[in-house]
């Protein structure tokens, strides 16, 4: 396969201002261009990964020639992590033309059905649903996304946060038919288990070369501690002092595993320490569009972060309260980390927002969870109770190293997918295809079902029935960034306390919005939440489901 006229560490150095990468990162760039395909990389967070995959890309450009493909799809687990690597990409990208289209594709910035720009970063729903034709957004042009596929360079990042064998099953398939297709891929991960790389290659070859190993001696550090007590329980922080007074000295990270103790630990800490809105910020699932990106926006100016390779350090009190959203892709550096207890790989892309960047050293606080109302949810007790004892069994565990990571996720971890669902799903996969499925309801990413939720404030709506305020409430509301995608299982939790009874509805006759009560909450439909179950800082309240 033609090469570039211009070498790697020029490149690096010109178009990434990087003086000298990483030898992996040279190795994935010759074997891009030699055509080996797949590669498999394991690589520790902010080692450069996103870099490596994109650089061999994007430096076709400089001779306006495509050995390697004219298009890449650069596919992640969630959105937020969508956002964050697409504007990365972006700057990476007009350093070398401003023609480079560098596009969006997820729920809430649909902005490339057909998956036709230069680079495409989307999530692995939407991706699949383009590779079988499932959406509605691409009309009647039903085999443009999927042609688009076929010419492309895929990315799987991130590719161990799925967890369930439902949604590796799926991304198994998805594979072998890429492999089959001879579409270039790449799979990266810094938390993969042994376990899961046998189960989603076991019918694709890929040699020792293929699999790039990356063990970086970084100087950062991070101190572990263990805590044996919950960080919040009888509705109260665990929490001396010292420790108080720390977080708000240091610049703070910190990690529930659910959306309602998130909340109550954003709360108190605010009340105890008497903070302002500019001090600290809550990061979940559960927040419209709109305020979720003004609460990134506010935690990456809280945390030490980088903007064109230098480190910026916010003054003053900077505090993230978040849950798992904030795993993996987002790109700032925490001094103190408190977390709950997570599964291996969790606790592992935790720890990468705390020390990350060269020298830097960090303090982590592991608290364990209650068992009590089944506190360790949404994971397993089990998985939970093996990394406990795995952390006080080898107290000199040093997080920041590749070679202790592998061992930490490989001996707890036991992911893989279901061979029966993987061989189900290529069927369902390949029928969709055939038969190009309008809606995406026979073909899914995960057990669960969505619905979307749309916050309305009714006391803004004008007339003298109740009907009237409604449907003029509803026409004042900005549908898209007032919305949110949630679990059909937080609706319908959310409908047995009568919090939702009104499902929104488009008139296309009428071309506008209204509305219909319901009695039950089903999937892929729009469902309206009053604004007063519903706060900007916290999210949807009350909030006690389980589901993340």
């Known amino acids: 396969m033609q090469s570039v006229s211009l070498s790697v560490k020029d490149f690096y150095k010109k178009y990434f201002q990087i003086d000298k990468p990483y030898e992996f990162q040279e190795r994935i760039w010759d074997l891009i261009f030699q055509g080996k395909n797949p590669l498999l990389v394991r690589a520790p967070t902010g080692s450069g990964k996103t870099e490596a995959a994109i650089a061999p890309f994007l430096a076709q450009f400089v001779d306006n020639e495509f050995p390697i493909a004219p298009r890449l799809i650069y596919v992640l687990p969630i959105r937020v992590l969508v956002n964050s690597i697409a504007q990365r990409?972006?700057?990476?990208?007009?350093?070398?033309?401003?023609?480079?289209?560098?596009?969006?594709?997820?729920?809430d910035i649909p902005d490339s059905p057909f998956f036709i720009a230069d680079i495409v970063v989307t999530t692995l729903d939407q991706f699949l649903y383009g590779f079988a034709r499932a959406s509605r957004q691409v009309g009647h042009h039903m085999d443009v996304p999927a042609g688009s596929i076929a010419t492309s360079i895929v990315v799987f990042d991130e590719a161990h946060m799925y967890r369930d064998e439902f949604t590796f099953s799926i991304m198994r398939a998805l594979m072998e038919i890429l492999y089959r297709s001879n579409i270039p891929f790449v799979v990266m991960t810094a938390t993969m288990p042994k376990s899961l790389e046998e189960s989603l290659f076991e019918r694709i070859e890929l040699s020792d070369e293929q699999k790039i190993f990356v063990d970086i001696p970084f100087s950062s550090k991070i101190d572990i501690k263990l805590h044996d007590n919950p960080l919040i329980s009888n509705e109260?922080?665990?929490l001396s002092d010292d420790l108080l007074e720390k977080i708000k000295t240091k610049k703070t990270l910190i990690v529930l595993n659910q959306v309602k103790r998130a909340q109550k630990v954003y709360e108190k800490i605010r009340s105890r320490l008497e903070l302002s809105d500019e001090q600290i910020v809550l990061l979940h699932s559960r927040f419209t569009k709109v305020d979720r990106i003004e609460h990134e926006g506010k935690a990456f100016s809280l945390i030490p972060h980088k903007e064109n390779g230098e480190i910026i350090i916010p003054e003053g009190t900077g505090i993230v309260v978040s849950t798992q959203v904030l795993e993996a892709g987002i790109d700032f550096s925490a001094e103190l980390l408190l977390t709950e207890l997570a599964?291996?790989?969790?606790?592992?892309?935790?720890?990468?927002?705390?020390a990350r960047y060269e020298g830097q050293s960090g303090e982590m606080i592991v608290f364990q969870v209650d068992?009590?109302?089944?506190?360790?949810?949404?994971?397993?007790?089990?998985s939970l109770d093996k990394t406990w004892e795995w952390l006080k069994d080898n107290p000199d565990f040093n997080i920041k190293n590749s070679v202790q990571v592998c061992q930490f996720v490989d001996n707890i971890l036991n992911y893989k997918a279901n061979d029966y669902e993987a061989a189900d799903t290529l069927i369902d996969l390949y029928e969709c295809v055939l038969y190009a499925d309008t809606e995406p309801r026979n073909i899914q990413l995960r057990e669960g079902k969505p619905i979307t939720i749309v916050v309305v404030d009714f006391s803004i709506g004008e007339g003298r029935k109740k009907e009237d305020r409604?449907?003029?409430?509803?026409?004042n509301v900005n549908v898209r960034e007032n919305s949110m995608n949630l679990d059909i299982g937080i609706g319908r939790s959310l409908r047995n306390k009568?919090?939702?009874?009104?499902?929104?509805?488009?008139?296309?006759?009428?071309?506008?919005?209204t509305y219909e009560e319901v009695r039950e909450i089903v999937p892929f439909r729009m469902?309206?939440?009053d604004s007063n179950y519903y706060d900007k800082k916290k999210g949807v309240i009350p909030d006690d489901s389980i589901f993340i």
């Open 236 to 238: 109260d922080i665990n």
């Open 89 to 107: 990409i972006k700057k990476y990208a007009e350093r070398i033309s401003p023609n480079i289209s560098v596009e969006i594709q997820h729920g």
């Open 343 to 354: 599964p291996a790989d969790s606790l592992v892309q935790r720890a990468g927002r705390c």
């Open 470 to 475: 409604i449907k003029n409430a509803i026409k």
């Open 371 to 382: 068992d009590v109302d089944r506190g360790y949810l949404p994971y397993e007790k089990e």
């Open 498 to 513: 009568e919090i939702l009874s009104l499902m929104l509805k488009y008139d296309p006759d009428k071309k506008e919005w």
């Open 527 to 529: 469902y309206i939440l």
